[in-house]
């Protein structure tokens, strides 16, 4: 589960210092949320319970409450094209998204400026469409531009790239450990899996990934449409998020392999 964070954190520079101070925030915010049933805070029993010191438990908790409050982002291109795909200014028959002009003096409005001024705030338009261009997420076609496709895919080690990858792997473990946790059969939410039982070649992995790309995708839009068709606001019920992730995992024998494999092939003995 750490190997593949490790190594990006690693190449981000980020040490395991850096991650330790993370970490603590980690265990202290589960002790207190899953393990503290009285519903008060116990700075002794948070200790006890994460292996931490009382004084490293309350320095957790005193910079926490200091900083300044998050909350959830979505980044300025998804938002730019959620707006595309989804707003009526900007769809056309069939929820299309328009051909936009980048500017013009039309009347109504349906400019790519205008697009992004309202789902992007203070983000300069030229720079978004250059960002959206780069990520094959737009096209120009005779001097206007299509959105042809909906996904954003971020820059390599961008701050929006960790940011997703967080909240990937907290919806991905999230449900693994529900699941694994459950108590009874059947309770659980959907978690499946399929692979290869003897493994596939390069060029089969190849011809498997330009498969599921058009499959998967195909699938998640029509998961999406049925969201946009079954979300009736209801302002007395509590509000939850969902929604389904898929992902093409690729491995080799090597990766799976544990520290003492590492150090015995790099020693060129086996100890016992």
């Known amino acids: 589960m750490l190997k593949p964070l490790i190594r990006l954190l690693m190449a981000q520079g980020i040490t395991h210092a850096d991650f330790s101070e993370v970490a603590k925030e980690v265990y202290v915010e589960t002790a207190i949320r899953h393990f503290e049933e009285s519903g008060t805070i116990n700075k002794s029993r948070i200790a006890i319970l994460t292996g931490l010191t009382r004084k490293e438990v309350k320095s957790v908790i005193d910079r926490t409450l200091e900083a300044s409050p998050t909350r959830k982002r979505t980044s300025r291109p998804e938002r730019v094209l959620t707006g595309w795909y989804s707003d009526p200014k900007y769809t056309g028959p069939y929820g299309i998204p328009l051909e936009l002009p980048y500017?013009?003096?039309?009347?109504?409005?349906?400019?790519?400026?205008?697009?992004?001024?309202?789902?992007?705030?203070?983000?300069?338009?030229?720079?978004?469409?250059?960002?959206?261009?780069?990520?094959?997420?737009?096209?120009?076609?005779?001097?206007?531009?299509?959105?042809?496709?909906?996904?954003?895919?971020?820059?390599?080690?961008?701050?929006?790239?960790?940011?997703?990858?967080?909240?990937?792997?907290?919806?991905?473990?999230?449900?693994?450990?529900?699941?694994?946790?459950?108590?009874?059969?059947?309770?659980?939410?959907?978690?499946?899996?399929?692979?290869?039982?003897?493994?596939?070649?390069?060029?089969?992995?190849?011809?498997?990934?330009?498969?599921?790309?058009?499959?998967?995708?195909?699938?998640?839009?029509?998961?999406?449409?049925?969201?946009?068709?079954?979300?009736?606001?209801?302002?007395?019920?509590?509000?939850?998020?969902?929604?389904?992730?898929?992902?093409?995992?690729?491995?080799?024998?090597?990766?799976?392999?544990?520290l003492r494999d590492v150090l015995e092939d790099r020693l060129g003995t086996s100890k016992r």
């Open 103 to 258: 500017e013009g003096v039309e009347s109504d409005g349906k400019t790519f400026v205008n697009l992004v001024r309202e789902y992007s705030g203070d983000m300069a338009p030229r720079q978004m469409l250059n960002e959206l261009m780069t990520s094959g997420a737009v096209i120009e076609v005779e001097g206007r531009y299509k959105a042809v496709r909906r996904d954003y895919n971020f820059s390599a080690l961008s701050p929006e790239f960790i940011t997703r990858l967080g909240e990937v792997g907290y919806r991905v473990f999230s449900t693994a450990a529900k699941n694994i946790d459950k108590e009874m059969e059947g309770s659980g939410y959907f978690d499946r899996m399929v692979f290869a039982d003897d493994g596939c070649t390069d060029d089969v992995i190849k011809r498997f990934d330009a498969y599921i790309k058009v499959k998967g995708q195909a699938l998640l839009e029509e998961i999406d449409v049925w969201f946009s068709t079954n979300s009736v606001p209801d302002d007395t019920a509590e509000i939850k998020d969902t929604g389904v992730y898929m992902v093409h995992y690729v491995e080799t024998a090597d990766e799976r392999k544990s």
